[in-house]
């Protein structure tokens, strides 16, 4: 494939999924459209629950929720020809090409989702001013996984392009629900890098700079997102206040005291109640709270110890005012430390690139949390190597926000690297 004609693909894809933003477990347009092209280029196709466990996915938006939004798809695009595998929002995609070669199975890791946020519509926006921002009010790609996606799919492109030279199998793995570290682990559950030898994950940016490449990551904080219910009794605040169960106070006791969790020696912590909403009326006794809330481990059993000391609080908080509670855990990932020799693979792979103009072989600096750290564990786990890459760009304004773009001269040359890691290990 010329290289003039593969860019301006990537470009039209990402601007697409830019115009079209689906958030997670709701990705049905895009993923119709990626397993379209997918089965065009000739990779075999596993969609939907033949890659995702059904009890594994966290945070799933409700079934009218889900229906509502498959509706959306179809009117907006979706491929009809492959729509119906996602309509129930288990939307994860496998494309496998077999050289029909001996050699090893190399699986790339691509997230498809965007945020909850609403797109600036400034002139001075790039996406505003070239007409492909958002076309849905409070949702947006303020991440960059529409190139993420874009980007995946070039790879496939050139993956398809030159099936003869290569050996073994690719796997494109397109996932679900990134954003609340939601969608992977029910990938890895349903199996599908359990035949892995080389896993790769990359994302675009970070605060990495344009033209620069980190060829392992292992900045990832372990985290879990819980979801806190209390159910307590309503009763008239003046009249008989007594006979209520407070769900609001226990809430807000709750809130202070995990803030009070005390720090953990062997690593870094952190903790966030990032919503509280409680209450119906001035003058009712509050029988209904609930808190969003977040913690975070520098590896994954000292987030284990924030996350059992949040349970702890929220149990106590709940007897301290005769209400009952529910924890429901709606994401999670773990800590991840990548591996070495695949990670100096994809550095000699950036060196080599003339658009790189320096590499970092591993960066210690922390970078969030990811769900790809579950697909990493697995494959080292059954003796594989995994890494986590990242493409540096321009951006607009940080990850995020409203403003969020990025750099369309980043794309083409990440594929291309990509590429260049498949060819290097199918020769090792």
Excluded at 354 to 372: F, H, K, N
Aim: overall charge negative; aromatic content about 8%.
């Amino acid at each position: 494939m010329r290289t003039q004609n593969l860019s301006e693909k990537l470009i039209q894809w990402r601007r697409d999924f830019h115009s079209y933003p689906e958030t997670g477990f709701l990705e049905m347009r895009t993923a119709s459209k990626v397993a379209a092209i997918l089965g065009q280029l000739g990779f075999k196709l596993q969609l939907g629950k033949e890659v995702m466990s059904e009890h594994h996915c966290m945070g799933k938006p409700n079934g009218n929720m889900t229906k509502k939004h498959y509706h959306w798809a179809i009117e907006n695009g979706a491929n009809k020809e492959y729509i119906q595998n996602f309509a129930d929002g288990y939307t994860g995609i496998v494309g496998t090409l077999d050289t029909q070669k001996e050699g090893p199975t190399i699986a790339f890791r691509f997230d498809m989702d965007a945020l909850d946020i609403n797109e600036s519509t400034i002139e001075e926006h790039y996406p505003a001013r070239e007409g492909f921002n958002s076309s849905i009010s409070d949702k947006m790609h303020a991440c960059g996984h529409d190139a993420h996606t874009s980007i995946g799919l070039g790879l496939a492109s050139l993956v398809a392009s030159n099936k003869e030279k290569l050996s073994g199998k690719i796997k494109l793995i397109f996932q679900p629900a990134e954003e609340g570290t939601r969608g992977a682990k029910s990938m890895v559950k349903a199996d599908v890098v359990s035949d892995v030898d080389y896993f790769i994950a990359s994302h675009i940016g970070t605060g990495v700079p344009h033209n620069h490449f980190v060829a392992a990551n292992n900045g990832f904080l372990a985290t879990s997102k819980m979801d806190i219910e209390f159910n307590g009794v309503a009763s008239h605040a003046g009249g008989n206040p007594e006979e209520g169960k407070n769900a609001l106070l226990a809430a807000a006791n709750a809130s202070l005291n995990i803030y009070a969790i005390p720090r953990h020696s062997e690593g870094a912590t952190r903790i966030n109640v990032g919503e509280l909403h409680a209450g119906s009326g001035r003058n009712i006794i509050a029988d209904k709270a609930y808190l969003k809330i977040e913690s975070r481990g520098e590896d994954s059993s000292i987030n284990e110890y924030v996350k059992k000391q949040v349970e702890s609080i929220v149990s106590g908080a709940a007897a301290m005012y005769q209400v009952d509670y529910h924890i429901e855990t709606v994401g999670e990932a773990l800590s991840c430390e990548c591996s070495n020799d695949l990670a100096a693979v994809l550095n000699a792979c950036a060196q080599d690139h003339p658009t790189i103009e320096q590499t970092c072989l591993a960066s210690d600096a922390s970078a969030g949390s990811e769900d790809a750290t579950y697909f990493i564990d697995a494959v080292q786990k059954k003796g594989g190597l995994a890494t986590y890459c990242v493409f540096g760009t321009e951006l607009a304004a940080g990850h995020h926000n409203e403003l969020f773009d990025i750099n369309e001269d980043t794309l083409l040359p990440s594929v291309e690297i990509l590429y260049a890691s498949i060819m290097r290990l199918n020769a090792s």
